[in-house]
C-alpha cells in the first residue's frame, strides 16, 4: 500500500526545530553507563567455619587480606578438580560446601558436600514440605605443642567463619580467637530456596566441639590370648605416628589373640589403657590420637593384618 506524502504545516516548523534541538542536546551530555552490581557480603550464605592455630603474638594475621564491602576477607582457590580450598592459610575445615548441578536441565543433581579435617564428622540432612535442614558437626582434638611458639606466648585458636558466594566461591573472615579446650562453636543460618518456581524455607546449622587431649610419647599393643597370655608386643612411637603418609598403621595380627590391650604412654599425666575387641571377622580396629609439633591432633587408624 502507498502512503502519500504531506507537506510540513509551516505553522509548526520552527517549534520542531526548537524541539529537535533540545533533544540533540540532551542526548549528547554524557551520562552514567549502567555498572553490573558488586557482589554484595550480605548476599552470601554462611557455610561454617575455618579453625586457625597461629602464634598469638601473630594477633593481626589478616593484615594483608583484601576489603570487600566493609570486611576483611581472604579467598578460596579455584583447584584443579573444581572444588575450592584456602591454600593460602593452614587449618583445620568444617563447613558446608554447596556444588552446582551435574545436570544444567535439572537444579535438583545440584550436591550439598562439606569439607572436615576434625574428628567426628556427622552429616545429617532432614527434608520436609516446608524446606531441607543441613547439619553439620564434629570435635577438633589439640593438645600442648613440643615447641614453643615464636614470641613466647604459646598459640592460639581462631575461628575463622567460611561464606559461600552465588558462583560457588569461598571466602572466609576472621572471627573469635581462644586459648584452652572445652569450647563448643554453634550457628545456624536460615535462607530462601527457589527450584521450578517452588519456595522453600532451608536452613544450615554447623557445630564445632574442641577438645584438650594429652600429648602420647608411644603406644604399645599387647596381643592376648583368652587366657591372658601374652603373644605379640608391639610399639608405635610418636615419631613413627607422625610419619604415616596415610594415617594407618597396619598391625601384624598373631594366631589365637582374644583382644588388644592398648598402653598410652602420656609426656605428662603417665598410662592409660584402653582395649580392642574383635570384630565379626576376627580383625581388629581402633583410632589413636597423637599430636604434632604445633600440637595438633593427628588421627592413627589401628588395622590389624594377619601374619
Not at 615464636?150 to 575461628?159: I, K
Not at 543460618?189 to 518456581?197: D, F, L, P
Not at 557445630?207 to 594429652?214: F, H, K, Q, S, V
Not at 598410662?271 to 580392642?276: C, H, S
Request: glycine fraction near 8%; aromatic fraction near 10%; charge should be negative.
Amino acid at each position: 500500500m502507498m502512503t502519500a506524502k504531506r507537506r510540513p504545516n509551516r505553522r509548526f516548523l520552527i517549534p520542531a526545530v526548537g524541539i529537535a534541538l533540545v533533544l540533540l542536546l540532551v542526548l549528547l551530555r554524557p551520562v552514567s553507563l549502567a555498572r553490573p552490581e558488586a557482589q554484595n557480603p550480605a548476599q552470601d550464605r554462611w557455610v561454617g567455619y575455618y579453625m586457625v592455630l597461629r602464634p598469638t603474638v601473630d594477633y593481626d594475621f589478616d593484615r594483608d587480606w583484601e576489603t570487600y564491602g566493609n570486611i576483611k576477607i581472604l579467598n578460596a582457590r579455584l583447584q584443579s578438580d573444581g572444588r575450592y580450598a584456602f591454600t593460602d592459610l593452614e587449618g583445620q575445615a568444617l563447613f558446608f560446601d554447596f556444588l552446582p548441578p551435574t545436570d544444567p536441565e535439572d537444579p535438583y543433581s545440584a550436591t550439598v558436600a562439606f569439607q572436615s579435617d576434625v574428628a567426628d564428622a556427622v552429616h545429617n540432612t532432614l527434608i520436609t514440605d516446608q524446606g531441607n535442614t543441613e547439619e553439620l558437626s564434629g570435635t577438633l582434638y589439640f593438645g600442648p605443642a613440643s615447641t614453643p611458639a615464636p614470641g613466647g606466648l604459646g598459640y592460639s585458636w581462631t575461628s575463622c567463619q567460611v561464606y559461600q558466594r552465588e558462583d560457588g566461591s569461598l571466602y572466609l573472615t576472621k572471627g573469635q580467637s581462644f586459648m584452652g579446650g572445652g569450647m563448643s562453636f554453634k550457628q545456624e543460618t536460615k535462607y530462601t530456596s527457589t527450584i521450578n518456581g517452588r519456595t522453600t524455607q532451608d536452613a544450615l546449622s554447623v557445630e564445632l566441639r574442641t577438645e584438650m587431649i594429652p600429648r602420647l610419647e608411644s603406644c604399645t599393643f599387647f596381643q592376648l590370648d583368652e587366657n591372658g597370655t601374652l603373644l605379640n608386643q608391639t610399639t608405635l612411637t610418636e615419631a613413627e605416628a607422625l610419619a604415616l603418609t596415610d594415617g594407618s598403621y597396619q598391625l601384624p595380627l598373631a594366631e589365637g589373640t582374644d583382644c588388644i590391650l592398648i598402653r598410652q604412654d602420656e609426656e605428662r599425666d603417665g598410662q592409660t589403657y584402653t582395649t580392642l575387641t574383635p570384630q565379626p571377622d576376627g580383625s581388629f580396629t581402633g583410632d589413636l590420637w597423637f599430636l604434632d609439633e604445633r600440637g595438633i591432633g593427628v588421627q592413627v587408624m589401628i588395622q590389624t593384618i594377619s601374619e
